[in-house]
């Protein structure tokens, strides 16, 4: 007989992890507030939960990727109640990327209802959740985060587990800083060399075969080879404070205003930076 997975939050991430899991032979309850994610969901053979009640009710999984802290501690403990209603023998991860003072109240107030917990954020963006390669940095109990990976291994192709509760938080945080880090040296170096006569293109191709070889520097070069001469124009996000060349406008916005760095993937399905 197929387990049974509640699935809480079918958003740009959620919705293509929840669809994996019912490839992989998962009775997938869906639930989320935007009904036209459930519909897409049901799509892709989920069974619409019309309650957080229903959703659990004899689940043997419950999986959340919701936006922030705040909604993922109601759907557990201070709105929905979740803790209490799920089934005692259920393992509950959470795959937000959330404050791990989030994650280790959530995984408190399961240890007081002696159920398992383990906080699982995601690195991998939409393309990973899609195609099941996404890497999970779990926090909990050993024994907790190996059982998790009969059906985390179906969402992803790495699964680390990082330490106590909410520890998978501290290490995608770190991460999160250290991509943070690389992307804003790869553009910083690229528009030295632009801003000093080199192509992009051939500055690329010199970083990716060199030791400031780095995943954002290659994501900028298959950016490049994507949408062609535009992407190699030299409007790289440089001197990233925000101000004006002092001999007029830069490369931005054309207004010389500096335009924010983003993520190559456009930031969609992970959160920001957040404190820990």
């Known amino acids: 007989m197929a387990k049974t997975v509640a699935f809480f939050g079918l958003g740009n991430m959620g919705g293509p992890m929840a669809a994996n899991l019912v490839k992989a032979g998962f009775q997938v309850r869906a639930f989320d507030l935007v009904p036209a994610s459930v519909q897409q969901a049901v799509k892709d053979g989920c069974i619409a939960a019309t309650t957080e009640k229903a959703a659990v009710a004899g689940a043997d999984f419950i999986i959340s990727m919701l936006p922030d802290g705040a909604i993922a501690e109601r759907l557990y403990i201070d709105g929905a109640g979740l803790l209490d209603l799920v089934n005692p023998a259920a393992l509950v991860i959470d795959c937000s990327t959330i404050a791990a003072a989030s994650s280790r109240r959530i995984g408190s107030e399961g240890k007081k209802r002696n159920l398992r917990v383990v906080d699982a954020p995601v690195s991998g963006g939409v393309a990973g959740a899609q195609a099941a390669t996404l890497a ?116 931005g916005d054309g207004r010389g205003a500096r335009q924010p760095l983003q993520h190559p993937d456009g930031g969609a399905g992970e959160q920001p930076l957040q404190p820990v």
């Open 136 to 251: 999970f940095m779990c926090g909990g109990e050993a024994a907790d985060v190996e059982a998790a990976r009969e059906v985390l291994k179906h969402m992803g192709a790495n699964i680390f587990h990082a330490g106590a509760s909410g520890a998978g938080q501290i290490a995608k945080i770190c991460n999160n800083m250290l991509l943070a880090v690389h992307m804003i040296g790869t553009a910083e170096a690229l528009q030295l060399g632009v801003d000093n006569g080199l192509d992009p293109k051939a500055l690329s191709d010199i970083m990716l075969k060199s030791s400031g070889c780095n995943w954002s520097a290659g994501k900028i070069q298959s950016l490049s080879r994507r949408y062609g001469q535009r992407a190699r124009e030299p409007r790289l996000p440089g001197r990233l404070h925000g101000q004006a060349d002092a001999e007029g406008p830069g490369p």
